[in-house]
């Protein structure tokens, strides 16, 4: 893939039960650990993490930006563990019902790099108010 000028999203997130049972840290962990034992953290550089809970995947529910920021920052952390410069250039984005009303929360947090857009852009107003609110955030 890497090989072909693609850019893979790796998706990573728990389901309600583990976020209810307060493993979301262990389970991304866990996952991002099993994706870097088989590509190795190299393999990193050329992609970008989506942090995407599943339990608020096409449900309308979308996590509190504090504990996504709080999140985001654990998964930083986790790769500066194998390798500071790939994790410092990781994109890490947001994705979990997000729309028009919850956006720019989540783009005012330091550690979150931007959005993954499901169900909002299938809307092209919805998705144009969200596009303009990335582009103020991060043309500072």
Same mark, same amino acid.
């Given at each position: 893939?890497?090989?072909?000028?693609?850019?893979?999203?790796?998706? /990573?997130? =728990?389901? $309600?039960?583990?976020?209810?049972?307060?493993?979301?840290?262990?389970?991304? &962990?866990?996952?991002?650990?099993? #994706?870097?034992?088989?590509?190795?953290?190299?393999?990193?550089?050329?992609?970008?993490?989506?942090?995407?809970?599943?339990?608020?995947?096409?449900?309308?529910?979308?996590?509190?930006?504090?504990?996504?920021e709080?999140?985001?920052?654990? /998964?930083? =952390?986790? $790769?500066?563990?194998?390798?500071?410069?790939?994790?410092?250039?990781?994109? &890490?984005?947001?994705?979990?019902? #997000?729309?028009?009303?919850?956006?720019?929360?989540?783009l005012?947090?330091?550690?979150?790099?931007?959005?993954?857009?499901?169900?909002?852009?299938?809307?092209?107003?919805?998705?144009?108010?969200?596009?303009?609110?990335?582009?103020?955030?991060?043309?500072?």
């Amino acid at each position: 893939m890497i090989n072909h000028a693609i850019s893979p999203i790796l998706c /990573i997130g =728990e389901t $309600l039960a583990q976020h209810q049972q307060s493993q979301t840290q262990d389970v991304l &962990i866990h996952q991002l650990k099993t #994706v870097i034992d088989h590509v190795g953290i190299e393999a990193f550089q050329s992609a970008v993490i989506a942090y995407e809970p599943v339990w608020a995947i096409g449900t309308g529910k979308s996590a509190d930006s504090d504990e996504v920021e709080l999140t985001h920052q654990i /998964i930083r =952390e986790f $790769l500066t563990s194998y390798n500071p410069t790939i994790a410092d250039k990781m994109q &890490i984005l947001y994705g979990g019902s #997000v729309n028009a009303s919850n956006a720019a929360a989540f783009l005012a947090c330091e550690n979150i790099d931007g959005l993954l857009i499901g169900g909002a852009s299938l809307d092209g107003e919805t998705f144009a108010s969200i596009h303009q609110l990335a582009v103020n955030c991060f043309s500072h």
